[in-house]
């Protein structure tokens, strides 16, 4: 009878090292997450932190300075600084918050980490947030929702993060209630977003916040022309009076 050969089966490639992080993030304490890594993101103002701290210190001296420390003062519990940037917020949030920093620039996470150096900063983007359901107490936006990509999917992680008692605190800027205002928004929108780095001024993010599933508070709402800084929950939830 005749006997089978054996044939030997060489060794595949070995699997793929894991994507990298980028070079000095672990040493200086920014957690990058997989889309962080992967994600392409476009360069302006926004992703210039020198440049958008001098712009957001303008802004605030002219009076922007009372609404950003409206967002941070009644938040609670553990927080999700969204779109944290350079970290203008982490400083000045109460002491028994335990704050989060999320922003997809590295550049400014670097800035963010000297402001704040024992908050923990994560690279990632908010339409993949990487973080279990309902794992916050409070998420806050100061200038944020104008910038996300499809900002749809990411109120949807807000939400996801969010405990069903949670809150959103917002400070945005929105599409003009006067039409000739929007019209001319809608005309400036593709330059600025180039020039300011994704940055759309004429999103009606009030209205998208809602869409999302959530619900304004109007006792706590304010507009001042274009500026808007409200808390919002998820709708259908009870709160409980204080």
């Known amino acids: 009878m005749r006997r089978r050969r054996r ?6 490639p070995p699997p793929a090292p894991p994507p990298a992080e980028r070079p000095g993030a672990r040493a200086r304490g920014v957690r990058v997450s997989a889309y962080g890594r992967s994600m392409i993101r476009m360069r302006g103002i926004e992703q210039i932190p020198w440049l958008y701290d001098a712009i957001c210190a303008f802004v605030e001296w002219r009076g922007l300075a ?10 609670r519990g553990r927080t999700l600084d969204l779109g944290c ?7 000045i949030f109460p002491t028994t918050v335990r704050a989060v920093g999320l922003d997809p620039s590295f550049e400014a996470l670097r800035r963010a980490r000297r402001r704040a150096p024992a908050t923990p900063l994560v690279q990632g983007s908010a339409e993949a947030l990487p973080f279990r359901d309902g794992c916050f107490d409070t998420v806050v936006s100061g200038l944020v929702l104008c910038s996300v990509p499809d900002p749809a999917i990411g109120l949807a992680e807000v939400r996801r993060v969010l405990r069903p008692e949670g809150t959103l605190r917002a400070l945005e800027h929105v599409r003009a209630t006067a039409a000739w205002r929007a019209r001319m928004q809608d005309a400036l929108q593709p330059a600025w977003t180039w020039l300011a780095g994704g940055c759309h001024p004429n999103r009606d993010t009030e209205r998208a916040v809602e869409a999302a599933g959530f619900a304004i508070d109007p006792d706590d709402r304010r507009a001042r022309a274009n500026l808007r800084r409200f808390a ?6 009870r709160t409980m009076p204080s």
């Open 232 to 237: 919002a929950r998820p709708s259908g939830v």
């Open 85 to 91: 940037g350079t970290g203008r917020n982490l400083p």
């Open 66 to 75: 009372r609404w950003r420390r409206w967002i941070v003062d009644d938040a």
């Open 7 to 12: 044939t030997r089966r060489t060794p595949g």
